[in-house]
């Protein structure tokens, strides 16, 4: 399973879009890290984000593609409509993609 | 001080606002953790809006700052200095709350405007916000701040001119506000760019010759090559570097970047194109010279007022044209001064209507 996560918008949004994708691949991840993630994904799954807020201003969104299967599954989230479990998610990619 | 308490109260919202007034910090500020911890037990929109309603009330634009504690669940935050208290030991607290308290007093003092709604709302920054947050951002009610990732970017809170930007955004709300998209999302930004390079060289005593218009050049760690976000005095040139490429904004219309209006193409570029009417608002203020906040500062500040949710450039800029005749004459040096501003980024005006860009 390959998982990436892209980043738009933000107050350094000309910075942010110029960035590649961060990517964790559970193939190079030991066993127990990976399940964590498939947890961690499967929350995402199960609790659907948020409108976010017409009214903020530079706020950023976030992208999650997970490839596992025929079929990739987008994640999407943004910071005014952030739920726990993507929260979660995010906070784990961002510590372990590359 | 933390006012953190995890409390049931059935005491009824619109007298904890009236409490929120009062001269008693003590008071006001149990007032203030007990309407958040209610938000945090109940978990629900609508009482996180009701909340927000309270806070907005009048307040003499009095400031709360919140530590988010690394969370992005803002509800959760815990109220760490009021308005009226001494310094804390939390550095970004006190940055946040000096900056917040820079720009009220800017607003007050140059434009005579009583903070963000020119209600005196309260001003709340939430610091601290999730773990390594590259960004800050005003949520419609509130104005927040991450730490950066201690890499590329530092603590936001360590540059005032990002502060007034955020702070900005809300005074735009609550006067033309313009819809964060295309032309008018653009300009929306190069005024919250305009307000932080204001106050900026307002609290530096700057004149416009003497300041560097650079917009976030705290923002980065040492380790990047990067003069800033942005450059209101040579847009396309605050950075160039291996690591995130080359600024791409615009300092003239012939170099107008069309980007599709989705997260992905930053809402057609609002974050891009705002290169052109910043450039435009350094030109008239080094055009007429002395302090940015004076007759330049006052020709926008007005024109912003003028403005409606759907505003582009051009429309914008031939209200500066308007506004400018009206508090400074016909064919007045700082007309002039705005006429030659706008044709600098390939903007004529005139004070008859235009068609909006297609």
Known sequence: MRVSLTTHGGLAAAITRQLPPRVADTDQLSPEVAAELRGLIDAVRGDPPGRPDPAARDAMTYTIVVEHGPEPTTLTASDTAMTKSFADLLDWVERNAA | ?358
């Open chain 2, 1 to 358: 001080m933390s006012a953190h308490r995890t409390l049931s109260c059935i005491t009824p919202p619109f007298i904890l606002t009236r409490l929120l007034d009062s001269d008693n910090h003590a008071i006001r500020d149990a007032a203030l953790s007990t309407l958040l911890t209610s938000a945090q037990l109940r978990g629900e929109r609508g009482v996180r809006s009701l909340i927000a309603g309270a806070l907005v009330t009048p307040g003499d634009g009095r400031r709360s700052i919140f530590d988010c504690r690394h969370s992005t669940f803002l509800p959760s935050a815990t109220l760490v200095r009021s308005e009226g208290e001494a310094d804390v030991a939390d550095v970004s607290v006190n940055q946040a709350f000096n900056g917040l308290g820079t720009t009220r007093d800017f607003f007050r003092t140059v434009f005579q405007r009583d903070s963000i709604d020119g209600r005196g709302m309260r001003l709340l920054g939430y610091v601290h916000r999730g773990r390594h947050y590259n960004n800050a951002f005003w949520d419609g009610q509130e104005m927040v701040f991450g730490d950066g990732d201690g890499e590329v970017f530092s603590d936001f809170t360590g540059s005032l001119g990002v502060i007034a930007h955020e702070l900005a955004h809300g005074v735009t709300e609550h006067t033309a506000g313009l819809e964060y998209h295309n032309q008018s999302g653009a300009l929306n930004e190069s005024l919250s760019d305009v307000a932080g390079a204001m106050v900026t060289q307002w609290f530096l005593q700057q004149t416009a010759d003497q300041a560097d218009w650079l917009i976030g050049a705290e923002v980065f760690t040492p380790n990047i090559d990067a003069d800033a976000l942005r450059s209101m005095k040579a847009p396309g040139t605050a950075f160039d570097n291996k690591l995130f490429g080359k600024d791409p904004q615009p300092d003239h219309m012939d170099r107008f970047v069309e980007l599709p209006d989705t997260d992905q193409g930053d809402n057609g570029g609002v974050h891009i194109n705002s290169g052109i009417p910043n450039k435009a608002f350094y030109l008239l203020a080094t055009g007429i010279g002395g302090y940015s906040w004076d007759a330049p500062g006052r020709i926008w500040y007005e024109s912003m007022k003028a403005s409606t949710a759907t505003t582009e450039f051009q429309g914008f800029a031939d209200i500066t044209l308007r506004k400018a005749e009206e508090l400074y004459g016909t064919e007045s040096r700082e007309q002039q001064a705005v006429k030659e501003a706008w044709s600098g980024v390939g903007i004529q005006v005139s004070t008859t209507p235009t068609l909006r860009r297609q």
